[in-house]
């Protein structure tokens, strides 16, 4: 098989990262990855959030956990970088065009070696008043 098939046929979610911050090439190229992803009519209405502060990290995933009912976990597993994706409500294909991206995300860390999982429940936290 060719390098791109082998990447989407082996890519995993991983749960356990190590502290150390991604290369900033690295993740340029996972953000560009994620931002040519297709989307309808190539409205391209999704915005790409890095966090990389462990503060907001940490405030983050405190929310994300509340969400769950489970406040006493992480549910980024310490990752030391979290990509919020955001897309405009307004577009009816929003929801379809954020999943892509997040799949070109993914898929991107995992062809440079780096790991990543889709972790859910965004949606509720960013509509929390916090």
Not at 4 to 12: G, K, S, V, Y
Not at 19 to 48: C, F, H, W, Y
Not at 64 to 73: H, L, P, S, T, Y
Request: proline share 5%.
């Amino acid at each position: 098989m060719n390098n791109a098939l082998d990447n989407l046929l082996e890519r995993r979610s991983v749960r356990a990262y190590k502290p150390e911050q991604i290369a900033d090439a690295e993740l340029k190229s996972v953000l560009s990855a994620g931002l040519a992803a297709p989307s309808a009519m190539n409205r391209q209405p999704t915005v790409l959030l890095v966090v990389q502060d462990k503060a907001t990290i940490e405030k983050l995933s405190k929310l994300n956990a509340r969400v769950m009912g489970k406040e006493d976990i992480d549910p980024f597993y310490g990752a030391p970088t979290i990509i919020v994706v955001l897309s405009d409500r307004n577009i009816p294909t929003h929801v379809e065009d954020g999943s892509l991206v997040l799949g070109n995300l993914m898929n991107a860390a995992h062809a440079l070696g780096l790991g990543s999982c889709w972790i859910n429940r965004a949606k509720e936290v960013f509509e929390m008043t916090e």
